[in-house]
């Protein structure tokens, strides 16, 4: 069973940066293309980032684009995803997976943005 372990989450101020961090116990991490997804207090999970297993492609959901840069080390078997420029409506709990979400959730790790 894949362990997924998210890390890097906080409080932070509008305009803040925070830098998220997603360990994958999986040898084979370095062929699968990764996501960063978010779930706020009431809605559903949604998605914020994609990379390919080279880190040469990514996409953003639109409300992310510009202030959030998603990377990987597949040396490291870790994927990561910069913030910046936080907003408050950038508030939840961040989780990462494969794109088509096929490991076990990890507990993921919570951003919390005041205004």
């Known amino acids: 069973q894949v362990q997924l372990v998210e890390s890097g989450g906080g409080l932070v101020q509008a305009g803040g940066s925070l830098r998220l961090s997603c360990a994958a116990s999986?040898?084979?991490?370095?062929?699968?293309?990764m996501g960063w997804f978010r779930q706020a207090p009431g809605k559903e999970r949604e998605f914020v980032a994609t990379?390919?297993?080279?880190?040469?492609?990514?996409g953003y959901a639109d409300s992310v684009k510009g202030r959030f840069t998603i990377s990987r080390d597949n040396a490291k078997n870790t994927v990561f995803l910069q913030m910046n420029s936080l907003k408050p409506e950038d508030t939840a709990v961040y989780y990462c997976?494969?794109?088509?979400?096929?490991?076990?959730w990890g507990q993921g790790t919570q951003v919390t943005v005041s205004s």
């Open positions: 997976n494969t794109v088509s979400q096929i490991w076990r």
């Open positions: 999986e040898r084979t991490f370095s062929i699968y293309a």
């Open positions: 990379i390919n297993w080279n880190g040469a492609n990514a």
